[in-house]
């Protein structure tokens, strides 16, 4: 028999029945278990669960006064459910937005859904920049601030294998969000420096060839700098 991935039994679940919450009859919802275990270390058994959110349940709003008598924590617990079963269990919340980052809802799909189209045609277009040699297209997509992060990094790699003198300055003057992104970008500049024989001057940051000893922009000094 084969093994259901995470996407088939995540589609499985958005298919079927929702099961209601023994104790409110409330639709639960779909939830992705985070990375962490629980209870015996073995881990979840499955990557998504149903969890009841309903604020006005009667076993999420009584798991806070039982917690509090009984533990002298602050804390609750939400019905959960495990996928094509009957067995209801709760999982421990410690406050009302609690779990709530992991909730799963046809919106979170079309999302899902919508950036991995974003990303397919991204790489795309890289695929056909590179053939082209269109420079001047990749700076644009890897600075540009409503494309993937996954296409953003790759043309900056891609910048750095066939960009040009011209592309550092659009480089470096750029802020990137992300670090991994920024890194991207730095190693695209100094792939592109290896590959003219070039340099940054230290005092002007004008381009000088590696080998120069005087800036021809400034005047200073740069050997050995």
């Known amino acids: 028999m084969s093994m259901l991935t995470r996407q088939d039994i995540l589609e499985k679940m958005m298919a079927q029945e929702k ?14 278990v985070p ?22 349940c009667s076993a999420y709003k009584q798991g806070w006064n039982t917690i509090r008598d009984q533990y002298s924590h602050n804390a609750s617990y939400r019905c959960m459910c495990y996928p094509d079963t009957k067995q209801f269990e709760y999982i421990p919340v410690f406050s009302p937005q609690g779990g709530t980052g992991q909730i799963v809802d046809k919106q979170v799909i079309e999302d899902q859904e919508r950036l991995k189209e974003q990303i397919k045609q991204g790489f795309l277009v890289l695929a056909e920049c590179y053939t082209n040699k269109d420079t001047n297209r990749l700076v644009l997509m890897v600075t540009d601030a409503n494309m993937p992060s996954r296409v953003r990094h790759k043309a900056a790699e891609m910048l750095g294998d066939i960009g040009t003198l011209d ?7 750029h802020r990137f969000p992300f670090e991994l992104l920024q890194k991207a970008a730095d190693d695209a500049v100094t792939k592109i420096h290896e590959r003219f024989y070039t340099r940054e001057c230290p005092f002007c940051a004008e ?12 005047g200073k000094e740069v050997a050995g700098q």
Do not use: S
């Open 19 to 32: 099961p209601k919450c023994p104790h409110c009859q409330v639709e639960m919802n779909i939830w992705e």
């Open 35 to 56: 990375d962490f275990v629980m209870g015996d270390g073995l881990g979840w058994g499955t990557p998504y669960l149903y969890v009841c959110f309903n604020e006005d």
């Open 167 to 173: 592309e550092l300055e659009p480089l470096r003057n």
């Open 207 to 218: 381009i000088i060839k590696q080998r120069a000893q005087i800036c021809k922009h400034c």
